[in-house]
């Protein structure tokens, strides 16, 4: 509990140190262009020389404004961008997931698998994954890594989500791995039951049945 305190305190002092060295060069261009008009109106009683001071007064203030508005304006585009691009992969990894999620019926021979399962309770003696149905397995898993790879590279899922999809990668690769050297039916049928609770987890914590309702 100690170390979630202190690695909360560090990052919040962290963040601080950050906005505050952000913050002054916009508090020491503020203070300069105020200095300077003061002294401009106080001292300076030459047209020429006051309208000179005036302007540099003028841009010292205005620097940010503009550097202000710029921030602002990069921060919306940013955030937008993160939000189209991480439901563009939330719905890219629903697509895959189901794909997964229907050939495995196939493999498990359960093709009335739903989403949530209920009591989910494999027979390991239904369990085949001829040739044909394990490259289809492989390339699903390939194109899932893929997603995996390129959420992760432009951080737009946060951890638990990336978790989860890391440990159903790992999950099928194992479940391959097992019908390519023809393991037991029983030690097939555990990883299937994780990776199939796994994909539940993963539909659950998006909340897929919220999206697909908004979404009609």
Known sequence: MYANQLCRFII????FIHVFLKTIPYVLSIAGGT???DVSQKYMHTAGLKDLLDNISASLLAIPLVFLFYDYSNFL????MHKHQHTNIINAVDNHLMKILNILKVITGQPHITIPMQDLNLN???IKCDAKHCRTLR????????????SDKIEVLDSQHTQILAFIVQELNQILNEFKYHNP?????RYLETTLSMIEDWFYFTGYKARKKSSK
């Open 12 to 15: 919040n002092s962290m963040n």
């Open 77 to 80: 585009i940013t955030r937008r």
């Open 124 to 126: 390991y003696k239904k």
């Open 35 to 37: 200095i300077v008009f």
């Open 139 to 150: 390339k699903y898993l390939n194109e899932l890594e893929d997603l995996l790879y390129k």
């Open 185 to 189: 039916p029983k030690e097939i049928a």
